[in-house]
């Protein structure tokens, strides 16, 4: 597989947009609240990609967006750090699943979240995409308190994984002792 940067609100981005989104209305009955602005999948702020298959094109995508201390509600402070790169709309076209690629994307999130100087991965699913829940805590991640639009939500589950070493980073309260 490979991976190119996209702009999030590039045709073929919105192609893989648009399926999430209509896999959460299938799911939860509507489409995802969280507010985003195209611009925050823009290096440095963040980066969206699209992964492509010899032979076949784009099958898959994901992005992250760094928080920093403006992009932080006050009801998150205790929760989301700046620079933690929160995961959004991670996709795979479902006629290449099972091939390992939900895999390779998150590794290239989390690599390139980590070269840009993210300290952490964090992300919110929901109780009704129980592949997605038990996948991400299958690669080290661990549940964290609530963030976010969804942060009271019955149902909703966030997650939390440290890209560099536990004893290289700081632990918050969000971390499991």
Do not use: N
């Not at 947009?17 to 969280?34: L, N, W």
């Not at 925050?40 to 928080?67: D, Y």
């Not at 939500?153 to 440290?162: D, L």
């Amino acid at each position: 597989m490979t991976f190119r940067v996209a702009a999030y609100d590039d045709p073929e981005s919105v192609r893989f947009v648009d399926a999430v989104q209509a896999f959460y209305v299938e799911r939860y009955g509507g489409a995802d609240r969280t507010p985003v602005d195209p611009a925050e999948f823009s290096p440095p702020r963040g980066i969206f990609l699209l992964g492509s298959l010899p032979g076949t094109g784009p099958v898959c995508c994901g992005g992250w967006r760094r928080h920093e201390p403006a992009t932080i509600e006050a009801r998150d402070r205790d929760v989301l750090r700046p620079g933690d790169a929160e995961i959004k709309r991670m996709w795979v076209d479902p006629a290449h699943r099972r091939r390992g690629l939900a895999t390779a994307v998150l590794a290239e999130l989390e690599r390139t979240a980590a070269a840009a100087g993210c300290g952490r991965t964090v992300l919110e699913s929901g109780s009704a995409q129980p592949e997605a829940i038990a996948f991400y805590r299958a690669r080290g991640y661990h549940e964290m308190p609530g963030f976010g639009v969804y942060r009271d939500a019955p149902g909703s589950i966030c997650f939390a994984r440290g890209l560099a070493p536990d004893h290289d980073r700081p632990r918050c309260s969000a971390d499991p002792i």
